[in-house]
């Protein structure tokens, strides 16, 4: 699996929007886009996924640049119930999830 | 639906005892999958199933973890004899097909430690 880049930690203010970003210079073309996030003392959930355009659900938007070496999840307006760990995972084919180390965001109130 | 379900949540053993981690997936799910979390090694996935048969184990870390699917229902992961660094939280997950989008819905996980 192609390797992910991710800032260690982040912070931000309850309902201003978050944009959480990741690098993944060696993407290949078949690579969608993935973010699982983990709430404290929780298991990942899935967040949202993409291939190449933007995408939106009720959760959050992915902006995928135009060359897909990179991508920024967006989260329109942050609660503090989305202070977790962010990870940007790409897949292929596999099943299996690669995990990095993610992006711990943190929310003031 | 109730989601993965994972028991027992926490569980306390001494160095040398038979461990026995316990996984219901999502009704209707074809994928489980178990991983492992620790401070050191973040997540990493243990071995996964593909209806009931093992795929891919070479995640397992050694001959004292095995891990079963006797029925579509029902996974277990065991450490015998557990060590003190299998301390760690085991999560089990399931999803639907096998195709590159398909998500993991993953239990509550259960917390091990080893002294």
């Known amino acids: 699996d192609a390797k992910t880049t991710q800032p260690n930690s982040m912070e931000s203010n309850e309902e201003e929007p978050v944009h959480l970003p990741c690098n993944h210079s060696?993407?290949?073309?078949?690579?969608?886009i993935h973010w699982y996030r983990q709430l404290p003392s929780q298991g990942p959930e899935y967040v949202i996924h993409g291939l190449t355009s933007n995408v939106n659900n009720r959760m959050a938007s992915l902006a995928i640049a135009e060359d897909r070496k990179s991508s920024t999840l967006i989260l329109h307006r942050a609660t503090l119930r989305d202070a977790a760990v962010y990870y940007c995972?790409?897949?292929?084919?596999?099943?299996?999830?690669?995990f990095g180390q993610g992006t711990r965001l943190t929310i003031n109130p | 639906d109730a989601g993965v379900i994972q028991s027992p949540r926490h569980e306390v053993t001494e160095m040398g005892q038979e461990v026995t981690l316990r996984c219901k997936p999502i009704?209707?799910?074809?994928?489980l999958f178990w991983y492992r979390q620790t401070m050191m090694r973040g997540l990493e996935l243990l071995i996964y199933?593909?209806?009931?048969?093992?795929?891919?184990d070479s995640g397992m870390p050694e001959d004292r973890f095995s891990a079963k699917m006797p029925n579509a229902s029902f996974s277990t992961l065991k450490i015998q004899p557990s060590e003190p660094r299998d301390s760690a939280v085991y999560f089990c997950?399931?999803?639907f097909g096998g195709g590159p989008t398909d998500t993991q819905y993953f239990g509550p996980g259960t917390r091990l430690t080893v002294l």
């Open positions: 997950a399931s999803s």
């Open positions: 995972i790409l897949r292929r084919g596999a099943q299996k999830l690669v």
């Open positions: 060696t993407i290949s073309g078949t690579d969608y």
């Open positions: 199933f593909n209806n009931n048969v093992p795929i891919d």
């Open positions: 009704s209707g799910h074809d994928y």
